[in-house]
C-alpha cells in the first residue's frame, strides 16, 4: 500500500520533468521564417526587416499552438478540459508578463519592440511543443 502512494508522486515528477523538457528543447522556426532573416532587411539588420519576418512568424506559430492546444482538448476526457483550459490562461498571462520584463530591460528603443515581439515568438513556439506533447 506504500508503495502505491509513493508511486503517484513520481509519476507526476516524471511527467512535469517530460513537458518540462520538452519546452527546453530548441526553437524550431519555419524555413521561411529562416529565409526571411537571411535576406533583406532583417538580414541587414534593419528593425522593420526583423519585425516583419518575425510577427509573420509569430501569426503562423500562433496557429501551430491552436491547433496543438485544439487537438489537445480533443484526447482529453471531459474532466480534465477545465484543467487545460485554465493552464492556457496562465500561460498567456506568465507569456505576457515574462515579455514585458525582456523589453523593459533591453533598454528601450526600437529593440525593445524587436526583443518583445521575438519573446512572445519564442513563448509560443515553446508552449505550441508543450501541447503537442500534453496528455
Given at each position: 500500500?506504500?508503495?502505491?502512494?509513493?508511486?503517484?508522486?513520481?509519476?507526476?515528477?516524471?511527467?512535469?520533468?517530460?513537458?518540462?523538457?520538452?519546452?527546453?528543447?530548441?526553437?524550431?522556426?519555419?524555413?521561411?521564417?529562416?529565409k526571411?532573416?537571411?535576406?533583406?532587411?532583417?538580414?541587414?539588420?534593419?528593425?522593420?526587416?526583423?519585425?516583419?519576418?518575425?510577427?509573420?512568424?509569430?501569426?503562423?506559430?500562433?496557429g501551430?499552438?491552436?491547433?496543438?492546444?485544439?487537438?489537445?482538448?480533443?484526447?482529453?476526457?471531459?474532466?480534465?478540459?477545465?484543467?487545460?483550459?485554465?493552464?492556457?490562461?496562465?500561460?498567456?498571462?506568465?507569456?505576457?508578463?515574462?515579455?514585458?520584463?525582456?523589453?523593459?530591460?533591453?533598454?528601450?528603443?526600437?529593440?525593445?519592440?524587436?526583443?518583445?515581439?521575438?519573446?512572445?515568438?519564442?513563448?509560443?513556439?515553446?508552449?505550441?511543443t508543450?501541447?503537442?506533447?500534453?496528455?
Open positions: 500500500m506504500k508503495l502505491k502512494f509513493l508511486l503517484i508522486p513520481v509519476t507526476i515528477l516524471i511527467g512535469v520533468s517530460q513537458a518540462y523538457a520538452a519546452a527546453e528543447s530548441p526553437i524550431e522556426y519555419s524555413a521561411t521564417y529562416k526571411c532573416m537571411a535576406s533583406g532587411d532583417a538580414a541587414q539588420g534593419i528593425t522593420s526587416g526583423l519585425l516583419e519576418c518575425t510577427e509573420n512568424e509569430r501569426r503562423f506559430q500562433d501551430k499552438l491552436n491547433q496543438a492546444y485544439q487537438t489537445a482538448m480533443a484526447r482529453l476526457p471531459a474532466n480534465r478540459k477545465d484543467e487545460l483550459r485554465l493552464s492556457e490562461r496562465n500561460w498567456i498571462k506568465s507569456r505576457d508578463a515574462i515579455c514585458e520584463q525582456r523589453e523593459r530591460e533591453s533598454g528601450g528603443g526600437t529593440l525593445s519592440t524587436v526583443v518583445g515581439l521575438d519573446c512572445l515568438l519564442q513563448e509560443t513556439v515553446k508552449r505550441k508543450y501541447l503537442e506533447q500534453y496528455r
